[in-house]
């Protein structure tokens, strides 16, 4: 299996898929899927390319989720050798996408094709769910083929993410869920006056410190069993004229609050409102929802995936919910169970990314034996 995964690996690293731009990947990857009975549906919308492909119509109904798209290489010079064209060196294969996440994609088809030329009647039915929008604002990627299932109530049972979870070790961790995202852009309204005379104006940074100073303060939650305590941060503050000799007329400051199932997005909302009423301010507070929190608990995916990493890599991934988004979020609102699952992420969105050729054979051993055990052969 081996030499497969790597040359799958090699065949998408070597197509310059820079987000939004698939470059041929999806057209790649479906014409191999038919060949080996899958129906495939494209969903493309706002320059993005987006596929669903399902093989069988009975349950349980097994899906990869990935994308085909990759961040911009940074600069080429610092690159030791050129990040589309894939180069293997001291056991490990680097290009751009080579971790994130080309080389999982690769490794799922290689499982697929080795599963079905041992149970070409199995039952269930696997599918696929490809996006080239992850790494760019996700507006018409994933969410859009979610669309579309969810309108004619077509449901996952069980859906593995390919996004690099691993950290020190491959096999190590697991993602079970995500924590949400929720942006706040205030603006504490002032009165902008000349700087000798402060009494004829009102500073909004002299007015807005105290509120900040509480909101970094505060302890939103204590977090539970799956997430850790919620977070607040600001990301941006901006105010001023450019001039030194003038009070502002106001402050605008961006927050983001990382959540999980511990609090609410409206009881984060109300908290903050409250707090900033309570310091008498005069203020604008306008609200982004970046990403509900989803949870997968331990069940028959978690147990099916940590088994089959125990028998072929000789470790039991830790489950996570840290780091940031991944579409994982929409896939939650259709599938009963989504998890997280790929090759060490120590090199991604890096110069020089790479992945280890040893980790993309387990892995695939590790995705054959997972479907096994997911339906039941």
């Known amino acids: 299996?081996?030499?497969?995964?790597?040359?799958?690996?090699?065949?998408?690293?070597?197509?310059?898929?820079?987000?939004?731009?698939?470059?041929?990947?999806?057209?790649?990857?479906?014409a191999r899927l038919k060949t080996q009975g899958f129906s495939v549906e494209i969903v493309n919308q706002g320059g993005v390319?987006?596929?669903?492909?399902?093989?069988?119509?009975?349950?349980?109904?097994?899906?990869?989720?990935?994308?085909?798209?990759?961040?911009?290489?940074?600069?080429?010079?610092?690159?030791?050798?050129?990040?589309?064209?894939?180069?293997?060196?001291?056991?490990?294969?680097?290009?751009?996408g080579a971790a994130d996440m080309k080389g999982s994609i690769a490794a799922w088809l290689a499982a697929v094709e080795e599963f079905l030329a041992e149970h070409p009647e199995h039952p269930g039915s696997i599918a696929w769910l490809i996006t080239s929008d992850e790494e760019g604002p996700a507006i018409d990627g994933t969410v859009r083929v979610v669309e579309m299932l969810a309108a004619r109530n077509e449901r996952i049972d069980a859906c593995i993410v390919g996004e690099p979870t691993c950290?020190?070790?491959?096999?190590?961790?697991?993602?079970?869920?995500?924590?949400?995202?929720?942006?706040?852009?205030?603006?504490?309204?002032?009165?902008?006056a000349h700087i000798a005379y402060p009494h004829l104006g009102k500073n909004p940074v002299h007015l807005a410190t105290p509120a900040i100073t509480e909101l970094a303060a505060t302890t939103w939650d204590e977090g539970n069993e799956y997430f850790p305590p919620t977070t607040w941060q600001i990301s941006n503050m901006h105010s001023g004229t450019g001039a030194a000799n003038v009070i502002p007329g106001h402050a605008d400051i961006a927050f983001n609050f990382r959540f999980g199932t511990a609090s609410s997005i409206d009881s984060l909302q109300a908290r903050v409102t409250a707090l900033l009423d309570r310091h008498a301010l005069e203020y604008d507070l306008e609200w982004e929802i970046g990403a509900r929190p989803f949870l997968t608990?331990?069940?028959?995916?978690?147990?099916?995936?940590?088994?089959?990493?125990?028998?072929?890599?000789?470790?039991?991934?830790?489950?996570?919910?840290?780091?940031?988004?991944?579409?994982?979020?929409?896939?939650?609102?259709?599938?009963?169970?989504?998890?997280?699952?790929?090759?060490?992420?120590?090199?991604?969105?890096?110069?020089?990314?790479n992945v280890g050729v040893d980790e993309l054979a387990q892995l695939a051993r590790i995705y054959r034996r997972t479907l096994e055990k997911l339906l039941h052969v």
């Open 167 to 192: 950290v020190s070790h491959f096999g190590d961790m697991m993602k079970n869920g995500r924590r949400g995202s929720l942006h706040g852009r205030l603006r504490v309204k002032g009165i902008q």
């Open 297 to 353: 608990p331990r069940g028959s995916l978690v147990e099916a995936l940590s088994a089959a990493t125990r028998e072929i890599a000789g470790i039991v991934p830790e489950l996570s919910t840290t780091g940031g988004t991944s579409d994982g979020r929409f896939i939650a609102d259709i599938a009963d169970q989504v998890v997280e699952f790929g090759p060490i992420n120590a090199s991604i969105h890096k110069i020089d990314e």
């Open 49 to 96: 390319s987006n596929f669903w492909a399902r093989r069988g119509t009975s349950a349980p109904l097994v899906c990869f989720a990935g994308h085909t798209d990759v961040v911009p290489t940074g600069p080429l010079e610092q690159w030791s050798s050129d990040p589309f064209v894939p180069v293997e060196r001291d056991g490990q294969l680097y290009g751009r």
């Open 1 to 30: 299996m081996t030499d497969r995964v790597i040359e799958y690996a090699r065949d998408l690293i070597a197509r310059r898929s820079i987000t939004p731009d698939d470059a041929g990947c999806q057209d790649w990857l479906i």
